[in-house]
C-alpha cells in the first residue's frame, strides 16, 4: 500500500495527518458497532437477532418488536432439513446478538455451527424448554425427536415463551415490553389453537386423513385429530421407496380418500407417482392444495407469517377434504 502513495504527498504533511485522524476515528467508529464482527452493518441501536426458519424469525418480530433487528436465514420455499449456512449466513450470524434455531434436528446440516457460535454468543433453540414428554419420536429420521414442533400452535406457544425469556435475559430496559409484546402474541396463538380444533372437527372423522410428500405434520395430527400419513419419512433427506408409494396408495384407494396435498418446500414428485398408481386402479384423487410445512410463504403476503401460514393451511385441508 505504501508503495503507491503518490510522492507529491511527501511535500505537505498536513493534509496527511488529517486523513490519518479521520482513517483513525472512523474505524473506531466500525468496531464500536459490532464487537463480533470486523464488517458489521450500521449500528440501529436494536437488538440483533438471527434466526434460521421464517417461523421463528416471524416469532422474534412479534416479540422483539421494534426494540430488535430480525435476520431470517431460510425464505420461503426452503428445506431446512437440507439447508447448509453459505458465507453470508455465517456472517450474518456472527453479527447478531442472539442466534435463534429451531433444534432436533430441524437444521441437520447446522449443528455444528451453532455448537461454535454457543461459545461466543447467546445462542438457543426454542425447542429446548420444551417437556421431553410432549415431544413425538424422531424414529423415521433417525433422531430422537420430532422437530416439527410448530404445528402444534400449544407447542409454539411454549417456544413463544422462550424467545421472550431470551429477550428479557439479555435487554433488561426493554423487559417489560418484551413481556407484554409475549403476552398479548400467546394470547392471539391460543385463539388459533382453538379455531384450529374446531376447524378441522367440521371434516367428517373417516375424511380426517391428511396425506403430505413428507411427515411434517405429525404434531398437527395429534394435536387436531387427524391422521398423517407422509411419503418419505420426517426428514427429506430421504427419498421416498416404491414400496411407501404403493402401500400409500392402496390405502388411498381402499378409505376413499379424496384428496392429497403437496408441499411448499418439498418436491411433488412422489406425491405424483400415488395420484398416478391410484389412477390405474380406478380412484380418483385431486390435489388439494398447496401446505406450508417447513417454510412459509412469502414475506409481505398472509401466509408470510406464523398465523397466516397455519390458517392457510387449515383452510386448504377443511376445503379439500370435507
Ligand atoms: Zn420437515
Redesign the pocket.
Known amino acids: 500500500m505504501n508503495k503507491s502513495t503518490p510522492p507529491r504527498q511527501k511535500r505537505s504533511a498536513r493534509p496527511k495527518l488529517i486523513a490519518l485522524a479521520l482513517l483513525i476515528s472512523l474505524s473506531a467508529l466500525v468496531s464500536g458497532c459490532g464487537k463480533d464482527s470486523a464488517s458489521s452493518s450500521p449500528d440501529t441501536g436494536k437488538l440483533k437477532i438471527t434466526a434460521t426458519t421464517g417461523m421463528i424469525a416471524d416469532l422474534a418480530k412479534e416479540i422483539g418488536g421494534p426494540h430488535v433487528q430480525v435476520t431470517g436465514l431460510m425464505s420461503a420455499g426452503v428445506d431446512p432439513?437440507l439447508y447448509k449456512a453459505s458465507q453470508g449466513d455465517i456472517r450474518k450470524l456472527d453479527q447478531a446478538d442472539i442466534i435463534l434455531y429451531n433444534g432436533l434436528h430441524l437444521e441437520g446440516k447446522m449443528v455444528e455451527i451453532f455448537e461454535n457460535m454457543a461459545k461466543k454468543k447467546t445462542t438457543v433453540a426454542v425447542s429446548d424448554p420444551i417437556d421431553r414428554s410432549l415431544l413425538r419420536s424422531g424414529a423415521l429420521m433417525n433422531t430422537e425427536y420430532d422437530p416439527?414442533i410448530w404445528f402444534d400452535v400449544s407447542l409454539w406457544m411454549k417456544a413463544a415463551g422462550t424467545v421472550r425469556d431470551t429477550l428479557v435475559q439479555k435487554d433488561q430496559t426493554h423487559a417489560e415490553d418484551y413481556k407484554k409484546n409475549a403476552d398479548r402474541y400467546i394470547k392471539e396463538l391460543e385463539t388459533l389453537h382453538k379455531e384450529v380444533a374446531a376447524k378441522i372437527s367440521t371434516i367428517p372423522e373417516s375424511s380426517r386423513v391428511l396425506v403430505t410428500a413428507?411427515d411434517?405434520f405429525g404434531y398437527f395430527g395429534d394435536a387436531y385429530h387427524l391422521k398423517v400419513m407422509g411419503l418419505q419419512g420426517?426428514?427429506?433427506a430421504s427419498e421416498a421407496g416404491t414400496k411407501d408409494v404403493t402401500d400409500l396408495r392402496d390405502y388411498l384407494v381402499e378409505n376413499k380418500i379424496k384428496a392429497v396435498f403437496i408441499e411448499s418446500s418439498v418436491p411433488r414428485k412422489a406425491i405424483d407417482a400415488v395420484i398416478q398408481g391410484a389412477k390405474e386402479k380406478g380412484h380418483e384423487i385431486k390435489i388439494g392444495g398447496e401446505l406450508f410445512?417447513?417454510a412459509m410463504g412469502k414475506e409481505g403476503t398472509p401466509e408470510g407469517t406464523y398465523i397466516g401460514m397455519i390458517r392457510h393451511n387449515v383452510e386448504t385441508m377443511v376445503s379439500a377434504l370435507k
Do not use: C, F, R, V
Open positions: 432439513h416439527h413428507h411434517a420426517i426428514s427429506t410445512s417447513d
